[in-house]
């Protein structure tokens, strides 16, 4: 597990570094898509990139993380409009290549069966971008999940309606309670993963994603067990960490480590 501690601009920069790099190298990648606040800079940096530098994603597959249950589909808050309009819009990438779950599917389980089988049928994650909750999730993988869990249908903990009531008018009451999400199986076989946290509410979740027992109570801390995890925090969700100096020395080492 690599860690950098940089301000958020160099954050989204490393982040779309290693995007570029896939794309370079595979033009038809698949692109794992997390929603919420924290990968914003990163959606801008990758929009500014396709603007100047003609950074493509016509031939990419895109696969949100995950999606509310029953949330009318053109609520601005359904995962798939806010991947519309935070990424896929702003850049070259077909609608039809940009897949998320069916959170209104009358059949929810087969919905995730679908999922989890359209991500295998594409050849599987090259780089999932995530997020991390207060609580530990990652996807909505909220504590209690099993680290072998596919893509299947969770309730939301109170501290991620909370979490997220910002985005519904500050009204608890208006955050749904069950979401259809990427399990931590189906995530862990992405080949590669980065992760990013801002801000000092996520400071806790951070310290035991990277110093902490692995425990279904902190469920990211079970990518300590993937072999290529990158860690991309700020000063403030990096203030817990008891080992940040050594994590700064390796960061900056990096390129001696091959
Ligand atoms: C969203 C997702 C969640 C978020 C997490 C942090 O697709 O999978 O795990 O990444 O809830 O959300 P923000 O970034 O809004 O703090």
Request: glycine share 8%.
């Amino acid at each position: 597990m690599d860690v950098a501690i940089a301000p958020v601009a160099e954050l989204a920069s490393i982040a779309a570094d290693e995007i570029q790099k896939l794309l370079n190298r595979k033009p038809d990648a698949v692109i794992g898509l997390a929603t919420g606040s924290s990968p914003l800079p990163i959606y801008d940096e990758l929009a500014r990139r396709h603007k100047e530098d003609g950074l493509s994603f016509a031939k990419a597959q895109g696969f949100q993380l995950d999606e509310y249950v029953g949330i009318d589909v053109n609520h601005p808050e359904r995962y798939r409009n806010v991947i519309e309009k935070e990424i896929a819009s702003r850049v070259d990438w077909p609608a039809s290549q940009v897949h998320g779950p069916d959170g209104n599917a009358k059949d929810l389980s087969l919905a995730c069966a679908q999922y989890d089988a359209a991500i295998k049928a594409a050849g599987g994650v090259d780089l999932q971008i995530l997020g991390i909750g207060s609580d530990g999730h990652i996807a909505f993988n909220e504590p209690g999940t099993s680290f072998a869990s596919r893509t299947h249908v969770g309730v939301l903990t109170e501290q991620t309606r909370v979490d997220n009531a910002r985005f519904f008018d500050d009204d608890i009451s208006k955050v749904p309670t069950l979401c259809l999400t990427q399990g931590l199986g189906t995530i862990m076989e992405a080949r590669e993963l980065v992760l990013i946290a801002t801000g000092e509410n996520k400071a806790e979740a951070i310290r035991q994603l990277v110093e902490g027992a692995v425990s279904a109570r902190w469920p990211a801390t079970i990518i300590q067990h993937h072999p290529n995890a990158l860690i991309l925090v700020d000063e403030a969700a990096a203030s817990k960490l008891e080992l940040a100096d050594y994590y700064r020395e390796k960061w900056a080492k990096r390129d001696l480590l091959g």
